[in-house]
């Protein structure tokens, strides 16, 4: 089966621009997550969803950032206005309903400067 | 929130010696994973441990779900280059349908010929 696929690989831009990611689960997997990777850390999660419903976004700063859904596949996560801060790899994971099975993207790495 | 302490932070081996890391939290998972991660790429998991005192093996690796479910280990033995990474820890929590994974820091592995 395809994997989990990102776009883009690798973006750099200057604080206060906007940006936008994006993730394709696997098929058929109901979870979707978001996680943020600073260099040297473990990932932390940012959102999860539940088809198109938002089951957890307890650590998502929604000040600048956001994360959207819509027809319960494939999903974006947006950053407005962009930090420093922010530089870090984003991560989509998605698992089936029934499954703790996780399976990880490539993962999109952000720079800020 | 939920913390996990992973150790150690990094290590340097020679081929074909064995590797231990461990895992320990405060909190009480119902389960433990283990994933590696390569430059450039999202996490992979290796192992899945889902009951407490469970000890399951993958090949070369070994990991053990402790007694009282906050805390892991993962040994390695024999080790080859391509084990060189990022080794990671992860407790899961939550109902089915609303899981979420809580990484540790991770432990980098360098392997000298």
């Known amino acids: 089966e395809a994997g989990v696929a990102q776009s883009p690989r690798y973006k750099i831009i200057e604080k206060r621009q906007s940006v936008a990611f994006w993730c394709n689960p696997i098929?058929?997997?109901?979870?979707l997550y978001w996680y943020q990777q600073i260099l040297g850390q473990g990932p932390k999660l940012l959102i999860q969803?539940?088809?198109?419903?938002?089951?957890?976004d307890s650590q998502l700063p929604k000040d600048r950032f956001s994360a959207e859904r819509l027809k319960g596949v494939d999903s974006t996560l947006k950053i407005q206005p962009a930090k420093l801060e922010d530089s870090a790899v984003y991560l989509c994971?998605?698992?089936?309903?029934?499954?703790?099975?996780?399976?990880f993207g490539s993962g999109t790495r952000l720079t800020v400067v | 929130g939920q913390q996990l302490n992973q150790s150690p932070q990094s290590m340097f081996i020679q081929e074909g010696e064995d590797v231990s890391m461990n895992c320990t939290s405060s909190?009480?998972?119902?389960?433990w994973l283990w994933y590696k991660q390569d430059p450039g790429e999202g996490p992979v998991l290796l192992i899945a441990?889902?009951?407490?005192?469970e000890l399951t093996s993958n090949g070369r690796l070994t990991a053990q779900f402790g007694i009282t479910r906050k805390d892991s280990f993962l040994n390695i033995s024999a080790s080859i280059p391509s084990d060189v990474g990022i080794y990671f820890c992860?407790?899961?929590?939550?109902?089915?349908?609303?899981?979420?994974?809580?990484f540790g820091q991770g432990t980098r592995l360098t392997i000298n010929p």
């Open positions: 994971a998605s698992s089936p309903w029934d499954n703790y099975g996780y399976t």
């Open positions: 098929s058929g997997h109901a979870t």
């Open positions: 969803f539940q088809n198109n419903g938002v089951v957890d």
């Open positions: 909190s009480i998972f119902n389960t």
């Open positions: 441990l889902y009951k407490a005192g």
């Open positions: 992860a407790g899961q929590l939550g109902i089915q349908g609303a899981q979420k994974l809580v």
